[in-house]
């Protein structure tokens, strides 16, 4: 093997790939052509680094330098810097946003430093499409370790006392599943795998297969061997088609490697994985409904029992796990079950990866140890709210099913148990953060949209259900709200709960009931005083310009595609309300934080602004 | 009723032929009448006929074995039985062989028209759809279809990746398509159609040269997706799952891309685009003329 003086990790993943990084991979391999440093320095593409806002990222090895937002224009600089004098090239480097400094390494930077990669272990360190690059790096020697010296009881054993919980969202301990599948007599059992990532907002099973499509394989593998299955199939969502070309390019090399197929490492053994592609349902992502859709057909949950383990696809044994569960069966069996225990907490152990999106500033995929404060991961490795002058509102868990956590329970430990009781669930692990500006009865109504939208139709609760609730919620954001509404969306969010088949309904209405819970006041402001103090609902805020706090700037005049406001520059501004469309435009331009948000309907100019928020 | 369309009664029994053929002229049909099954090939091969009324027992041939003669000789013609013996076997060998309805014995006037009335529309959109594809999509093109129809047919669960294939090969969904596919798979078109409506991937209508999604997920809508979509939809004059005039522009939405570091993300074809904004829309469409 030629040894290299540096290895360059460029991130390819759909994230850096939409922000350009097949032209700075051009510009760079041209650079390193032109100055003769080819055989010196090796450029590799990885999957996802986790780092997405920041991107086109580039890792330096040995160094560990990092380098963010590269451009093609910065090439040459770069590469003349950094490879031919040596000197790191400072322009590139993070730099917190109060702090001049650049920060060189890695690990120094706060995004990265308080992250434990387990799932994530591989993130950016290895070329995805070469199995070589995963051996290296440990690969499929728990496989080996799995299928030539231990038992099937062992494995589960192993994966039982870790106490590793399935990470898809309901938390179901894994080796219990297996244990089940594995006592069910059958002639074909099957070990399938959960890639269709169906939860808007959440994105590490897709960057998992994306940067380590052979870590799922592998899961497979050693799950296939403790229940005795010899068929696998990978489901993954259509729209992710770089995740399907990395997992079956991983397949083949496995197959002709021997690590899939007949006897594998001659332990006797025999199993082979399939891909199958998803075709967008949101409610797939249930074990029955999924296994159905495997089957070709429509796919709608069925009641258990039984229990996919007895009766599952094809009506044969069947386990699912999620494509982050299986990511963490290798190092688990390869360093033992107390190994495992080593981080996150006595019911939660482990580690778990997060989704950071929203009205944040470090935007990307972060993997903590079971129970770090929620306060942890917002402020330290999120950066905090994005925009300067907001405050945190609430953060979403749980996409659809989930809920929203106000700011008074930040210190709230990341646990299954502790994250339910704050109405939310871990599902997933996408986090949405969302800043001040943020309409809590509009974003419940967005949810409600979805599941009305995504409910397979099966259960009236859920299919009628839901879309009562939403029309409801559609009425209360335009004014239409009744006295008594907020307890009706409490009652049927309750009966919906109660009497749906499948997660998808008895989760639906939780983003409404965590919304009405910790923000109440703001469904009774819609509803009482027809009004949005965010502004977000149109027909319930005006907006003002408060003369104490108007620069005179002209910039929201110039915003204005109304012509609405007026005045000259360096005097205060008026908004004429009759020209007035409430676009925001001017709100969101204002950078003195002049703009107030008043209840609908105040002609009147100068609008009382400050006896309008006494209300 | 255009004069065009022939319908010819078949029954041994002459009250039967003479009163539909009484009924249906009343309401305008171009009715003729023959009295055996031998009676009805001679009749047909005198003279085309769209629609075929007739008796099951009769003498000299019955009507199981005219309904046969014209699967192989008259494809295009419509059957509607009329029997006695409404029974489950007598309807299944009859739907075995191809009819479209039955007529059950004895019938009102109201009951004849019915059934003739359904029967007429199910003959003239199975003749226009089925011309259809010769004209709309290359030999090629379904070739193509079949040979991974063939592909496919003995592996069970298959419904889904064809379908898939096919919108590839052919970039929607129409009816005829699924007819196609619903056959080879041996399934039937009900089927077929009740995955396709129920994946948000497929579509029953062509897509633009240029297909636009955009991203609804829940990190897109806190960055506020919402506003890009309206301008979308004013830039292109159209309203999401439609087509511009031109068919250069399709626009969709869709659930998440699981791009969410990007959010607001768009994707039109295979390229993402990141953090995108009403004032980003107009530069991005320009940049595909």
């Known amino acids: 093997m030629e040894k290299y003086r540096a290895n360059l990790l460029l991130c390819a ?11 700075v991979k051009e510009a760079l391999k041209e650079e390193l052509k032109k100055r003769d440093l080819e055989d010196e320095i090796k450029l590799v ?8 806002a920041e991107g086109p990222v580039m890792l330096v090895y040995p160094e560990e330098i990092f380098y963010q937002k590269l451009t093609v224009e910065d090439i040459p600089k770069l590469v003349e810097e950094h490879f031919l004098k040596g000197r790191p090239y400072e322009k590139l480097m993070f730099r917190e946003p109060e702090k001049r400094a650049a920060i060189p390494l890695m690990n120094d ?14 993130k950016g360190m290895i070329d995805p499409d070469s199995l070589d690059e995963y051996i290296a790096r440990d690969g499929y020697m728990a496989a080996a370790k799995a299928l030539t010296g231990m038992t099937s009881e062992e494995i589960i054993k192993t994966i039982k006392d870790s106490g590793l919980r399935g990470r898809g969202g309901a938390g179901f301990p894994t080796g ?19 890639g269709d990532e169906g939860d808007p907002g959440a994105f590490m099973d897709r960057s998992v297969m994306e940067a380590d499509p052979h870590s799922v394989i592998e899961g497979m593998v050693i799950g296939a061997k403790a229940i005795g299955a010899t068929k696998g199939v990978i489901y993954v969502r259509a729209e992710y088609p770089l995740a399907v070309q990395r997992l079956q390019k991983a397949i083949e090399d496995c197959r002709e490697a021997g690590l899939l197929g007949e006897n594998i490492l001659d332990s006797g053994f025999s199993f082979d994985v399939e891909i199958y592609l998803g075709a967008g349902a949101f409610v797939c992502g249930e074990e029955t409904a999924l296994m159905r859709s495997i089957e070709g057909k429509r796919g709608m949950p069925r009641p258990r029992p039984p229990f996919p383990a007895h009766k599952g696809l094809w009506d044969k044994p069947s386990v699912l796990n999620n494509v982050e569960t299986l990511a963490q069966i290798a190092p688990t069996i390869l360093n033992g079950s107390e190994w495992y225990r080593t981080l996150g907490t006595e019911k939660s152990p482990g580690t778990k990866v997060f989704a950071l999106t929203g009205d944040i500033r470090n935007v990307g995929l972060v993997e903590v140890p079971m129970g770090t404060p929620l306060k942890r991961i917002i402020y330290d490795i999120g950066g ?17 099913s989930g809920g929203c956590i106000p700011e008074s329970l930040l210190d709230i430990p990341v646990t299954y148990e502790d994250i339910v009781k704050t109405g939310a669930i871990m599902g997933s692990g996408g986090m949405v953060v969302m800043d001040e ?3 809590m009865v509009s974003t419940s109504k967005f949810f409600l949209e979805f599941t009305a939208d995504e409910s397979c139709g099966k259960c009236t609760p859920c299919r009628v259900g839901t879309r009562v609730m939403l029309d409801m919620l559609t009425d209360i954001t335009e004014g239409k709200g009744k006295e008594g509404d907020i307890e009706t969306l409490e009652d049927l969010s309750r009966d919906i709960i109660a009497t749906s088949l499948c997660g998808l309904g008895q989760t639906a209405p939780n983003p409404v009931l965590s919304t009405i819970r910790y923000f109440r006041e703001e469904y009774e402001s819609h509803i009482r005083d027809h009004w949005c103090k965010t502004g977000i609902c149109s027909h319930l805020c005006s907006f003002h310009i408060s003369e104490e706090l108007c620069k005179g700037c002209q910039a929201c005049l110039k915003a204005c595609p109304q012509q609405a406001i007026i005045g000259e520059k360096k005097k205060a501004h008026r908004i004429i309300q009759e020209l007035c469309i409430q676009c925001r435009s001017c709100y969101d331009t204002c950078k003195f934080g002049s703009i107030k948000i008043g209840p609908p309907g105040k002609k009147d100019l100068p609008a009382p602004v400050s006896k309008a928020e006494d209300k | 009723m255009a004069d065009d369309f022939r319908i010819l009664v078949v029954d041994d029994e002459a009250v039967i032929t003479r009163s539909c053929q009484r009924i249906l002229q009343a309401e305008g049909y171009n009715v003729e009448t023959a009295s055996s099954g031998k009676d009805a090939v001679l009749k047909m091969e005198q003279a085309g006929y769209n629609l075929v009324l007739t008796d099951l027992k009769m003498p000299e041939m019955d009507g199981i074995t005219l309904i046969k003669w014209m699967k192989n000789n008259r494809p295009d013609a419509g059957v509607v039985i009329i029997t006695g013996y409404p029974s489950q076997e007598t309807i299944k060998d009859a739907l075995d062989v191809g009819i479209i309805d039955y007529v059950p014995k004895p019938f009102t006037p109201a009951v004849l028209l019915d059934v003739t009335g359904r029967a007429v529309e199910w003959v003239k959109g199975k003749t226009g759809v089925e011309e259809k594809p010769k004209e709309e999509f290359p030999p090629s093109m379904i070739s193509e279809l079949d040979r991974v129809i063939e592909q496919y047919k003995t592996k069970p669960g298959s419904s889904i990746p064809v379908l898939q294939r096919a919108q590839e090969i052919v970039g929607y ?3 005829q398509i699924m007819k196609r596919v619903a056959r080879g798979l041996n399934l039937s078109p009900a089927e077929v159609h009740s995955i396709v409506s129920f994946y948000s991937f497929f579509t029953m209508k062509p897509r633009g040269d240029h297909n636009i999604r955009i991203c609804l997920g829940t990190a897109c809508y806190v ?3 919402e506003e890009s979509i309206n301008k979308l939809k004013a830039e292109l004059k159209i309203d999401v799952g439609d087509v511009t005039e031109d068919k250069k522009f399709s626009l969709e939405t869709v659930r998440c891309l699981g791009a969410c570091g990007l959010a607001p993300v768009m994707v039109i074809d295979d390229k993402t685009y990141g953090a995108v904004s009403p004032k980003k829309i107009k530069d991005i469409l320009g940049s595909y003329s």
């Open chain 1, 13 to 23: 993943g759909t994230g850096c790939v939409a922000s350009g990084t097949q032209e």
């Open chain 1, 45 to 52: 593409l990885t999957g996802c680094n986790g780092f997405c």
């Open chain 1, 109 to 122: 930077i706060p995004f990265f430093k308080y992250q434990v990669l387990r799932v994530l272990r591989n």
């Open chain 1, 176 to 194: 219990l599943k297996w244990e089940f599948a594995s006592k069910s007599q059958a002639d074909q059992k099957y070990m399938l795998c959960n």
């Open chain 1, 384 to 400: 905090g709210i994005k925009k300067k002058k907001k405050k945190f509102k609430s953060v979403q868990m749980g996409g659809p």
């Open chain 1, 437 to 439: 500006d943020t309409c």
């Open chain 2, 173 to 175: 969904l129409p009816p």
């Open chain 2, 223 to 225: 960055k506020r997706v």
